[in-house]
């Protein structure tokens, strides 16, 4: 029976009060195992961020329990066994790309040869050689949201979040994104959920989350 790395009963977050308060998401119940890979869809404001920064322990719930009985508590999940690869900017200014991507094994001890070497080649399977030793400001958002995707895998985690990893790519640089990120999650059977307007990229998983008005639907095979 494969593990169960997140449990979520009734989870709901809510920013502000009274009638100027702000729903995110609205009573989540679900479950994500080993080896599951999950499209997360809905409009645009429906909730897929905040849900995805609930599951990594980024943010606390404003109601309803969130465990993660096969990783730990929410102290011990980064670095380590989740990993998430953001939407919007999150290299580090000061650090070249392989850095920014080397970096999840140096803080968890990884000798820096090793994890250097480990960097390069994740770089390489996702067309970044050229920018290796360029700082994320010399390099284009598309190419930032590739390193940010390989600084996310870099550690080997257990469950992978991908907000719009395909978001700022063309439909070829998308489909070789997609193919390396498969392949990891494949070959060291982590769970994967990835939030998309894509409904290709949605369609190469198996399982389809939605979120509508804040609130989670889980569901079976996609149907895109």
Same mark, same amino acid.
């Given at each position: 029976?494969?593990?169960?790395?997140?449990?979520?009963?009734?989870?709901?977050?809510?920013? /502000?009060? *009274?009638?100027?308060?702000?729903?995110?998401?609205?009573?989540? %119940?679900?479950?994500?195992?080993?080896?599951?890979?999950?499209?997360?869809? *809905?409009?645009? /404001?429906?909730?897929?961020?905040?849900?995805?920064? !609930?599951?990594?322990?980024?943010? $606390?719930?404003?109601?309803?329990?969130?465990?993660?009985?096969?990783? &730990?508590?929410?102290?011990?999940?980064?670095?380590?066994?989740?990993?998430?690869?953001?939407? /919007? =900017?999150?290299?580090? =200014? =000061?650090? %070249?790309?392989?850095?920014?991507?080397?970096?999840?094994?140096? +803080?968890? *001890?990884?000798?820096? @040869?090793?994890?250097?070497?480990?960097?390069?080649?994740?770089?390489?399977? !996702?067309? !970044?050689?050229?920018?290796?030793? @360029?700082?994320?400001?010399?390099?284009? &958002?598309? $190419?930032?949201?590739?390193?940010? +995707?390989?600084?996310?895998?870099?550690?080997?985690?257990?469950?992978?979040?991908?907000?719009?990893?395909?978001?700022?790519?063309?439909?070829?640089?998308?489909?070789?994104?997609?193919?390396?990120?498969?392949?990891?999650?494949?070959? %060291?059977?982590?769970?994967?959920?990835?939030?998309?307007?894509?409904?290709?990229?949605?369609?190469?998983? =198996?399982?389809?989350?939605?979120?509508?008005?804040?609130?989670?639907? %889980?569901?079976?095979?996609?149907?895109?």
């Amino acid at each position: 029976m494969t593990d169960v790395l997140v449990r979520a009963s009734a989870l709901s977050r809510r920013y /502000g009060n *009274g009638q100027g308060a702000v729903i995110a998401v609205a009573g989540a %119940t679900f479950e994500i195992r080993e080896g599951d890979r999950i499209a997360l869809t *809905g409009p645009s /404001g429906s909730g897929k961020t905040s849900l995805l920064h !609930l599951i990594a322990a980024l943010d $606390q719930p404003s109601a309803g329990v969130i465990e993660w009985p096969a990783l &730990g508590q929410a102290g011990d999940l980064r670095p380590g066994p989740v990993a998430i690869a953001f939407q /919007g =900017p999150s290299l580090l =200014p =000061p650090l %070249t790309v392989v850095e920014n991507v080397a970096l999840p094994a140096l +803080l968890a *001890g990884r000798a820096e @040869k090793a994890a250097m070497a480990a960097a390069r080649v994740l770089i390489d399977r !996702l067309g !970044l050689a050229d920018v290796a030793s @360029k700082l994320p400001e010399q390099i284009s &958002g598309g $190419q930032a949201q590739r390193a940010g +995707l390989a600084r996310a895998l870099m550690g080997e985690p257990r469950l992978i979040l991908a907000d719009e990893p395909t978001g700022q790519l063309d439909q070829g640089s998308a489909a070789a994104l997609m193919d390396v990120l498969l392949q990891q999650v494949i070959a %060291t059977h982590a769970a994967l959920v990835v939030a998309t307007h894509d409904t290709t990229v949605a369609g190469r998983l =198996p399982l389809r989350w939605t979120m509508t008005e804040r609130i989670l639907q %889980t569901g079976g095979p996609c149907t895109f």
